[in-house]
């Protein structure tokens, strides 16, 4: 849990690709990232309505094609897994940890537990977000192709999460 908390709170790449090579090795005797994406597309993932094209364990590579419907699929499908208990404590947490600390921060309690994802005039947010009546909502967010600073878009996203939160 410990690695996973770190590459999920500090956006460790170099973990995320290494996770993938490993889990490879772990499939058959070849460390290939590629083995390891294929064998979670066709298994994990099969049922997905819309097949992503995944290039990379980082996230990093623009090859990497996931629409927010593929983003809330896996995210409901870890939902449903391992338990908002264990998810909560590894993604970061709005206006507490990891990428989030600035961010989506709750009084008292944080009301987001998400992901984000940069690259340039890129930037993604996609996890849970509970509700003020207790309901888990699941999102995701893809801004593309801005030419104004970050915050701004932060700042945006920040007010309709805080308007779903009050309203459901």
């Given at each position: 849990?410990?690695?996973?908390?770190?590459?999920?709170?500090?956006?460790d790449n170099f973990i995320a690709e290494?996770?993938?090579?490993?889990?490879?090795?772990?499939?058959?005797d070849t460390i290939s990232?590629?083995?390891?994406?294929?064998?979670?597309?066709?298994?994990?993932l099969s049922d997905m309505a819309y097949k992503p094209r995944w290039v990379d364990g980082s996230g990093l590579s623009r090859y990497n094609l996931f629409t927010p419907s593929s983003m809330?699929?896996?995210?409901?499908?870890l939902l449903d897994e391992k338990g908002k208990v264990w998810l909560f404590s590894i993604f970061p947490s709005g206006g507490k940890n990891g990428t989030?600390?600035?961010w989506?921060?709750?009084?008292?309690?944080p009301y987001v537990f998400a992901k984000s994802g940069?690259?340039?005039?890129?930037?993604?947010l996609s996890g849970y977000l509970i509700s003020k009546s207790g309901n888990i909502l699941i999102f995701s967010f893809m801004n593309n192709h801005y030419l104004e600073p970050s915050s701004?878009?932060?700042?945006?996203?920040?007010?309709?999460?805080?308007?779903?939160?009050?309203s459901y």
């Open positions: 849990d410990s690695l996973y908390k770190r590459l999920m709170q500090e956006s290494q996770l993938l090579m490993v889990s490879s090795f772990v499939l058959s990232s590629g083995l390891a994406r294929d064998f979670v597309l066709d298994s994990y809330v699929y896996v995210l409901k499908k989030l600390e600035d989506y921060a709750g009084n008292p309690h940069t690259l340039g005039n890129t930037y993604c701004r878009i932060k700042a945006r996203m920040q007010t309709v999460l805080e308007r779903i939160r009050d």
